[in-house]
């Protein structure tokens, strides 16, 4: 559904050791979440958490067609593209605990995880605040002309916020290397897609910019990563931006204090998109193929639960920050 | 008189303006299928069913100016920002528009309308949400702006806001969503705007407080108390226009002031009422007014670097002790 | 171009009565801004002034297809449209001379023209806010149940920033009573429409919001009004928004201190439009069509222009506001 | 040292920091091919092509954060604000992303940005485009905001601001654009951000001013020096850090302080002002500290009126002889 002449889908398909890396981060972010939560009602994560459960493909197949100098930037529902990006469980946990060891050092929290030594340039909780932040480090890569790209992640209760179209139109005016990524999970909070937005498909509001847009199942992570990859080639290669709606799901609720189905919508469909669960769809692919068996699968879990084990330990008995840092890194040092 | 809480109380006045007044309607993101991000408005989709109140997509600046242009043809909008830390993206239309239109027009086109929600911080939610910029507000002619501290105070001002017939910025507070109080049930109870409140008598020291401040200013007259030192609790409960002779008239029995505010220091309203003492109460101070203000950095997400970030009892005892000359 | 289905276009062609009533409104507001101009030149009109020259029809024909009590709300380049809705020259140059007899008692000037009585609903001077407003007036209309419509104007350069997105998303979801109107003249200050907007089809951007469009030749009064009339009854029996984007060309600068051509513009491009000047092509079509003759046609001109005349004569001699009126109408009496 | 106006100083200065860092570009609404609305950036497009000197569509929410995204991947970006009018649209991005981005970052993404742009009226642009709102930036912990009221000043401090590692808000003043001074042409001239400047010593009363109204101030102080009154003019020129040194150390040598500004009374720069003399320097004050602001309401078109509610240098010199106590 792409505007413009697309490059070409990369043609021979990923080997097993390369699907094994994607499911491992799959599973990865989906037990780093699942732990999350509790460690939230036990107390030790505060604030707004907004889990991912769920969208893990989203994070790990667009993420797959970046380079290691790419820019990635998303909202507060950021954990799983942290993870996905390299960012080590410890770190994020930590941050989650608001630990001086944490990613932003206890100071940003869920909602503000970022390593800038990745690229990961955040987690941002204006809701449409980082869909112009994207086109400015994209903006950045090409006035420096390297050809990194900006993979810019949003919920599709963004597209009707003024950030977007403004953000939009200058990337495409000015031919900027960014990805928009819709993260389409049907609500944005209590509010079903159709409550908040004119227009459903929207993928072709790409159409009021001239910028090539593709609609994506965001559930099969390699769908998604072919997808990724044919936007940030355009990206980098022809410098043009590309609007990508990947549909996915949230299982859980919005944030914590958001129940996972009763007010707007109900058990049954939250059930009925398990059934097309990312982990599931990839792992019975691999074990089909006979790249995987049950025994691998589960060692494969208990290896990544380990690590998300370790993390807690990590969050729960690294130090507070010192109390002097309430009062850094308010303006750069010695200025 | 019922006891109930701050929510409650808001959800009360309301519930009595819309069935007041068919004119009255309330908009905002998650305010009606979800009863509200904080459930201030439990029920009242129900009660007045969709076209009274709105639900949004996530378009502030769009959502700020519909409710002003409704108010330009009559309507009495209320509009609810999820929080106020979003309306930084509506305040063009809240200044430029809404606080403008009335002079602009040589009086012809008013605006009645109320924006509110909860501002300032809660718990742990970092820089972007943990903001108290009622003093942005406060400096716009044009603009009230009203932050009730108890649940009595949040009914009888949200009502004669609705009422207004002018712009009325609102802000509540997450954290004082579940305190209780007494509130008046009579259907008339309205407190008028531009009134501060003594919320507690005293003769040693004056301390002015309004919203979240309240409480902490009580707390620290309870402990002040315990040693001996008797102070006044000023609660402006309007923040514009100022309450100067309630202010004044305290200042003028304590001869001592110690204003306390969620917000940052530079330019807070604290600074307002400061200048507002040192001019018109000169004689009457012994010491310098003090302000204790939240810390001047963006909010910290670590909960000890927050709690030390936030305006408490402790550090207003110690400023009220300084203006004593006790330490 | 509309996207849904439209009402039918009225069929019987418009009286000589009628032709000439739109033939004075055009002429008064070019004698008026002809005016204007000059008395700026004089000092006697201050501040930010924008004349409308060339886009006499787009005011004329769309508020012609309005009712007496249906909103009108534009930018700060409307002097145009409140001479087309009925408000006296004398009160618009009054206002633009600053004077207590001005619409808006002297206190609003060239940007800030209202009169509530005519549901002319301002003169706004940032670009794009009178598109929520303008909803919001419909939103009003609508909440009460009563047939009125809302018209708004803005310029192309409007389209670009957030205002316009939020609002037209809002008016189509919400099924709101009003008609957005693109005043395309080509120009935002300086930038030419295809430095600012990834689109050039403008009318376009309302498939973002399956809103229904047009667009229409902004020089011919009639074919304006035949197109407002469409998007009014749209409006106003089946409560829904339309874009409209009507093409129009300034022959000023766009404001007193900014040069007619030279810096962005050529002379030529000027001169070109100029040839298809709203003015002329109605009076040629009536003088074609017998309805109109030299004599009656320089006897109109000579009537618009006394009457410009008594408006500066009327501004000149009004007094200023008291100075009491700095301090009133900030907020409402006794409250 | 040549004499070149306030534009002339600004554009110097972007030019220099231009040629001196690739890093510095300039975006903003017609700030290329019609070299500025106010031609501040005259030249700079032919000089240093459409790649540093970028126009941008009227979307200023989106271009602030452009650049925001610009700074935070190390680049050097000056944002022009046709006027700080039109930045509210903007806002968002100034104080939740480009203010804060370092603090929630735990320090790893600085943002080196400056906004800039006339702040403030001119003449008679009325309520929408009148609006001087310094008070609101200076209010935000992590932004530096910086109010040349000279052209060297201009000069100076534009060049420090666009080196300075972290956000600026840089207002100017279309009414300052045509004034002229003396300005070192040394390519290193640049000025400390933070620091105030004594305009002009006395020994009577300090006048505190900044922008616009250090033309005021000095002119007051002339009238005065007439009458015998020895004003010292201590221009603020940053104001957020304050340098509340150099203000202090004024007001102890002269005991009376009366502040400027061209904003309005509720919460401005001067009440901060008000706060730090009150209680840093309360045992050296012989009179409240007064001030003159603009008129507490949306400014009006009618010339008259608009004179009317600007500070000027009469209310000047009638507030220093209030707190001289010789009327
Ligand atoms: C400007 C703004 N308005 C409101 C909010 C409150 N809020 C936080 S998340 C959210 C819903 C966003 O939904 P969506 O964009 O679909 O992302 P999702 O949460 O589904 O990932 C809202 C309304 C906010 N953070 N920012
Ligand atoms: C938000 C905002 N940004 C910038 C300006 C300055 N400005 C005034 S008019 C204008 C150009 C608008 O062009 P357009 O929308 O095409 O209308 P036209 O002037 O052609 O009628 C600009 C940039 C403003 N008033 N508001
Ligand atoms: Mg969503
Ligand atoms: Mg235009």
Same mark, same amino acid.
């Given at each position: 559904m792409a505007t413009t002449a697309a490059p070409a889908r990369s043609k021979s398909g990923p080997g097993a050791d390369e699907l094994r890396g994607y499911l491992r981060q799959l599973l990865l972010i989906r037990r780093f979440e699942e732990r999350a939560g509790e460690m939230y009602s036990l107390g030790k994560i505060g604030g707004f958490c907004h889990l991912y459960i769920g969208q893990e493909a989203v994070a790990v197949g667009t993420i797959a067609a970046l380079r290691p100098d790419d820019y990635v930037i998303s909202a507060y529902r950021e954990h799983g593209q942290a993870l996905a990006r390299g960012m080590s469980s410890r770190s994020v946990m930590a941050e989650l605990f608001g630990k001086a060891t944490g990613c932003s050092k206890g100071k940003g929290g869920s909602m503000h995880l970022f390593d800038a030594s990745l690229g990961f340039m955040g987690g941002h /909780?204006?809701? /449409? /605040?980082q869909i112009p932040l994207a086109a400015g480090l994209a903006f950045a890569a090409k006035y420096r002309g390297t050809d990194q790209v900006a993979a810019c992640f949003f919920g599709e209760a963004a597209v009707n916020i003024g950030s977007f179209h403004e953000a939009l139109n200058m990337a495409s005016l000015w031919k900027l290397p960014v990805v928009f990524i819709i993260e389409n999970n049907g609500y944005g909070m209590g509010t079903a897609l159709a409550r908040g937005s004119s227009l459903l498909d929207l993928a072709h509001r790409s159409y009021s910019y001239d910028m090539a847009n593709e609609v994506v199942d965001g559930q099969d992570v390699l769908t998604v990563k072919t997808a990724m990859e044919m936007a940030v080639t355009r990206a980098r290669t022809e410098s043009k931006p590309t609007l990508l709606e990947i549909r996915t799901y949230r299982y859980v609720g919005h944030s914590m204090s958001d129940a996972a189905h009763g007010t707007y919508r109900t058990k049954e469909e939250v059930e009925t998109y398990r059934e097309r669960d990312p982990i599931v769809l990839l792992r019975d692919r691999m074990i089909a193929a006979t790249q995987l068996d049950a025994a691998g699968y589960e060692a494969l879990d208990r290896e990544v639960k380990a690590e998300v084990d370790d993390a807690i330990q990590f969050a729960e008995s690294s130090p507070d920050p010192d109390p002097s840092e309430l009062w850094t890194d308010v303006y750069a040092p010695r200025s | 008189m019922a006891v109930i809480t701050y929510r409650e109380a808001l959800n009360q006045a309301l519930r009595e303006e819309m069935h007041r007044d068919p004119d009255v309607f309330l908009m905002g993101e998650e305010v009606a299928e979800y009863d509200g991000a904080y459930k201030v408005s439990r029920g009242l989709l129900k009660e007045f069913g969709a076209r009274r109140v709105v639900d949004t997509p996530i378009a502030e600046l769009g959502f700020a100016g519909i409710g002003v242009g409704a108010a330009m043809a009559g309507l009495r909008p209320v509009i609810e920002f999820m929080t106020w830390n979003f309306a930084l993206l509506a305040i063009d239309q809240v200044v430029n528009s809404a606080a403008k239109l009335r002079y602009m027009s040589g009086g012809q086109i008013g605006c009645p309308i109320v924006f509110r929600g909860p501002g300032g911080a809660a718990l742990q939610l970092a820089a972007q949400h943990s903001?108290?910029? =009622?003093s942005w507000y406060a400096h716009v002619p044009g603009l009230k702006v009203v932050m009730p501290g108890t649940p009595a105070d949040a009914k009888g001002l949200l009502k004669a806001a609705i009422r207004d017939d002018d712009p009325v910025v609102f802000i509540e507070g997450e954290m004082l969503y579940n305190t209780k109080g007494e509130v008046p049930e009579? =259907?008339?109870f309205v407190i008028p705007i531009g009134q501060a409140e003594v919320k507690r008598p005293g003769d040693h020291v004056t301390v002015v407080c309004h919203s979240k401040t309240v409480t902490v200013a009580l707390k620290a007259a309870e402990a002040l108390a315990q040693e001996g030192i008797s102070a006044e609790v000023v609660d402006l409960r309007t923040i514009r226009p100022l309450d100067t002779d309630t202010i004044l008239a305290s200042v003028a029995k304590t001869n001592r002031c110690v204003i306390l505010e969620e917000g940052w220091p530079y330019a807070g309203v604290g600074a307002q009422v400061v200048d507002v003492i040192q001019r018109d109460a000169f004689d009457h101070l012994d010491a310098p007014v003090l302000r204790v203000t939240g810390a001047d950095v963006p909010m910290p997400y670590n909960k000890q670097l927050e709690k030390a970030a936030k305006t408490d009892p402790a550090r207003a005892v110690a400023a009220v002790k300084r203006v004593l000359y006790l330490a």
């Open positions: /909780g204006i809701v /449409g /605040g | 903001q108290a910029l =009622e009579a =259907e008339d």
